[in-house]
């Protein structure tokens, strides 16, 4: 049984009313049984099922135990010329690195962020020039008794400010990190569909067939830089940036070792 299955047992379920009877082997898995191999993996593979259920947001406090895995395990394995460079600062930096490899880790095609143009208000405020016209009466004596009344129109430009639709989300105030092949990891090949006739699709050269952007190493960089200003690009290519990509991967490592670990156990419930 697949770990995927195992998400739908942590979500409410409203009944089915149809002629179809449900299963009712005698040895299919009930929910007990899943929620049983579920303890039972966790005890032999904390990390990656606690990874896992932090990916597909089944509770916060997973997600806090496994930047805190990440943590310690960054501070076993952390290069001795990062540490120089940190100093005093190391611990605040391997924080920040947990955290930048879970996120890039839990990334997928149907996450989002909160668009930072407009703060996830979806309007934003622009400032439009309008220009306003106004008459003024000018009195001037004339010979007679009467005074004579002349008006003159001004013209001025006011600035305000108004809100607009942000251009960056389109007023939904997020944004999603799909990628431009929607989602599907696959684009169609000109060149080869040319040849054959037929539809031939390729990976994404964008996403490499993942579907969404993973996180910029760049990101990580400015977020260190803060803590270590003198850190260089150099420096972070060379000592700091297969440090960070280890910890990220260390995450998918766990999860295929629980994935292998509940496959293993739910077999031999069956």
Same mark, same amino acid.
Not at 3 to 22: D, I, M, Y
């Given at each position: 049984?697949?770990?995927?299955?195992?998400?739908?047992?942590?979500?409410?379920?409203?009944?089915?009313?149809?002629?179809?009877?449900?299963c009712t082997s005698p040895d299919r898995l009930t929910?007990t049984d899943i929620m049983a191999a579920v303890g039972?993996?966790?005890?032999?593979?904390?990390?990656?099922?606690?990874? @896992?259920?932090?990916?597909?947001?089944?509770?916060?406090?997973?997600?806090?135990?496994?930047?805190?895995?990440?943590?310690?395990?960054?501070?076993?394995?952390?290069?001795?010329? %990062?540490?120089?460079?940190?100093?005093?600062?190391?611990?605040?930096?391997?924080?920040?690195?947990?955290?930048?490899?879970?996120?890039?880790?839990?990334?997928?095609?149907?996450?989002?962020? &909160?668009?930072?143009?407009?703060?996830?208000?979806?309007?934003?405020?622009?400032?439009?020039?309008?220009?306003?016209?106004?008459?003024?009466?000018?009195?001037?004596?004339?010979?007679?008794?009467?005074?004579?009344?002349? @008006?003159?129109?001004?013209? !001025?430009? %006011?600035?305000?400010?108004?809100?607009?639709?942000?251009?960056?989300?389109?007023?939904?105030? &997020?944004?999603?990190?799909?990628?431009?092949?929607?989602?599907?990891?696959?684009?169609? =090949?000109?060149? &080869?569909?040319?040849? &054959?006739?037929?539809?031939?699709?390729?990976?994404?050269? !964008?996403?490499?067939?993942?579907?969404?952007?993973?996180?910029?190493?760049?990101?990580? @960089?400015?977020?260190?830089?803060?803590?270590?200003? =003198?850190?260089?690009?150099?420096?972070?290519?060379?000592?700091?940036?297969?440090? @960070?990509?280890?910890?990220? !991967?260390?995450?998918?490592?766990?999860?295929?070792?629980?994935?292998?670990?509940?496959?293993?156990?739910?077999?031999?419930?069956?």
């Open positions: 049984m697949k770990l995927e299955n195992a998400l739908k047992n942590f979500h409410p379920k409203s009944p089915t009313f149809g002629n179809v009877a449900g929910g039972m993996a966790e005890s032999q593979a904390k990390f990656g099922m606690t990874a @896992y259920f932090a990916k597909n947001d089944i509770s916060e406090k997973d997600k806090f135990s496994t930047v805190e895995a990440l943590v310690q395990y960054a501070k076993k394995i952390t290069p001795k010329l %990062v540490a120089k460079a940190a100093g005093k600062k190391l611990g605040y930096c391997l924080i920040v690195l947990a955290r930048m490899a879970f996120e890039d880790y839990a990334r997928s095609a149907g996450s989002v962020c &909160q668009c930072s143009a407009c703060s996830g208000e979806g309007m934003v405020n622009k400032k439009v020039t309008t220009t306003k016209y106004s008459s003024r009466a000018a009195i001037f004596p004339s010979f007679s008794m009467s005074q004579l009344k002349r @008006y003159t129109n001004t013209e !001025r430009n %006011v600035v305000e400010t108004e809100k607009v639709i942000c251009e960056s989300c389109n007023g939904k105030g &997020q944004l999603t990190h799909r990628c431009r092949c929607k989602g599907r990891g696959k684009v169609l =090949d000109e060149a &080869q569909t040319k040849l &054959q006739d037929v539809p031939i699709y390729k990976d994404c050269p !964008r996403c490499a067939g993942k579907g969404f952007n993973r996180v910029p190493s760049s990101v990580a @960089y400015n977020a260190i830089r803060h803590l270590v200003p =003198d850190l260089t690009q150099s420096s972070w290519s060379r000592n700091w940036k297969p440090f @960070y990509e280890k910890l990220s !991967r260390k995450c998918y490592t766990e999860e295929y070792e629980a994935e292998r670990i509940f496959n293993k156990i739910t077999q031999e419930q069956m």
